[in-house]
T-cell receptor
Framework: QKEVEQDPGPLSVPEGAIVSLNCTYS??????FMWYRQYSRKGPELLMY????GNKEDGRFTAQVDKSSKYISLFIRDSQPSDSATYLC?????????????FGQGTRLTINP | NAGVTQTPKFQVLKTGQSMTLQCAQD?????MYWYRQDPGMGLRLIYY???????DKGEVPNGYNVSRLNKREFSLRLESAAPSQTSVYFC??????????????FGSGTRLTVV
């Protein structure tokens, strides 16, 4: 079993729809939770960053962490064609003195005009 | 612009050839990382350097070596390339101040094909 599971999609929705992207994880030591956006032939860029459980909102994006269920989500409201990209969840923990960062597989998202 | 710079952007190697992938960051970050990205596998850590002068193995280190030349530069070397090393390679750096993790900044990647 992978430490972080993410549905690879692909996911295709019409412009203006609400998008929900999710990841589950198995290691309860994870404390920092991130979402990265990766455009085609580019490096991942940090989109959202949260520590521990709770919600964080940034414009049209909301990140949600439920540590009790080991489940994180990213919601995109009023989705735009420019949101079309691969979204990767990532989580990290300090394990044996070293920061361990683990990525999900990434979900490819297409927003259709 | 500040960030992580990788060279080259593309490379084709023959089996058995060697090459070095270069990475430099100008954000004064302490930690640097090399990842590979393969379809369906996500990003996997090859090697990392928590600070200048230290390097450690990640999840998939076999067939690779690294050098942390100074605080800015972290190179990845393939001594004898194999087709299984065909991948997209990303360098990343991380700001860690006072125990607070500010996330990772990635370069734009090196697309390597080994034939």
């Amino acid at each position: 079993q992978k430490e972080v599971e993410q549905d690879p999609g692909p996911l295709s929705v019409p412009e203006g729809a609400i998008v929900s992207l999710n990841c589950t994880y198995s290691n309860s030591a994870f404390q920092y939770f991130m979402w990265y956006r990766q455009y085609s032939r580019k490096g991942p860029e940090l989109l959202m960053y949260t520590y521990s459980s709770g919600n964080k909102e940034d414009g049209r994006f909301t990140a949600q962490v439920d540590k009790s269920s080991k489940y994180i989500s990213l919601f995109i409201r009023d989705s735009q064609p420019s949101d079309s990209a691969t979204y990767l969840c990532a989580m990290s923990a300090l394990i044996q003195g070293a920061q361990k960062l683990v990525f999900g597989q990434g979900t490819r998202l297409t927003i259709n005009p | 612009n500040a960030g992580v710079t990788q060279t080259p952007k593309f490379q084709v190697l023959k089996t058995g050839q060697s090459m070095t992938l270069q990475c430099a960051q100008d954000m004064n970050h302490n930690s640097m990382y090399w990842y590979r990205q393969d379809p369906g596998m996500g990003l996997r850590l090859i090697y990392y350097s928590a600070s200048e002068g230290t390097t450690d193995k990640g999840e998939v280190p076999n067939g690779y070596n690294v050098s942390r030349l100074n605080k800015r530069e972290f190179s990845l070397r393939l001594e004898s390339a194999a087709p299984s090393q065909t991948s997209v390679y990303f360098c990343a750096s991380r700001r860690l101040t006072g125990g607070v993790n500010y996330g990772y900044t990635f370069g734009s990647g090196t697309r390597l094909t080994v034939v």
